[in-house]
Every structure is written in structure tokens, then in C-alpha cells.
């Protein structure tokens, strides 16, 4: 009777482990791509040399992000663009609240 019980409980917290290594996994997974897309988008601002709202609301629908706190508009040959790249994601079991996943990424205008 009592290894049937240890059965179920050690089940109860291997399942709440997978879920964890899971979350972790996914959070993971989504922080990869947020930074593959946020190099893509630096060597495209580079290349176009532009950065108003415009081709930043072109970048988000193309790369499905967010794209904010770009600090030159109108960046001229050799001026260094910053801005931060940013995705929500809801966790399974880490959080209770969406998590905001940032990357603050800077390029310059030119060098590709």
C-alpha cells in the first residue's frame, strides 16, 4: 500500500518537473529565435539606412515582433542605431503573469 501511494506522489512531482524543464525549453527556444530575428533586423536597418516608424511597423509585421526605443529616426552613413526587440510569451508553470522577453540590440548604419 505505501510504494502505491510513493508511486503517486513521485509521479505527481515528476509530472510538475517535466512541466518545468518544459517551460524552461520553451522560454529558451523563444529567447533563439527573438535573437535571430533581432540580428536580421539589424543587417536590414543597416542596409536601408532608415529607421523611422514606417519601416519599423514593415520590420515587426515582417519579423512578428515588437521593436521599440529606437533612438535615431534618421540615421545617416555611420550613425548608430539602438533599439530593443521584445516578445511576450505566457509560461506554463514558471509564472502566473506573461513574461516579456527583451533583447537590446545597436547597429551601424552602412556596415553590413
Avoid: H, W
Avoid at 19 to 37: E, P, T
Avoid at 41 to 49: A, M, N, T
Amino acid at each position: 500500500m505505501s510504494s502505491k501511494i510513493g508511486l503517486i506522489i513521485s509521479m505527481l512531482f515528476f509530472s510538475l518537473f517535466f512541466l518545468l524543464c518544459v517551460d524552461v525549453m520553451l522560454i529558451q527556444f523563444n529567447y533563439s529565435d527573438l535573437d535571430a530575428k533581432s540580428i536580421s533586423i539589424s543587417y536590414d536597418i543597416s542596409r536601408k539606412g532608415k529607421a523611422d516608424d514606417e519601416y519599423i511597423s514593415e520590420l515587426e509585421e515582417r519579423y512578428q515582433v515588437k521593436i521599440s526605443n529606437v533612438s535615431i529616426k534618421q540615421p545617416e552613413f555611420g550613425d548608430m542605431v539602438e533599439y530593443v526587440v521584445y516578445r511576450e510569451y505566457t509560461p506554463i508553470i514558471v509564472k502566473r503573469e506573461t513574461l516579456l522577453l527583451r533583447i537590446k540590440r545597436s547597429t551601424i548604419v552602412g556596415y553590413y
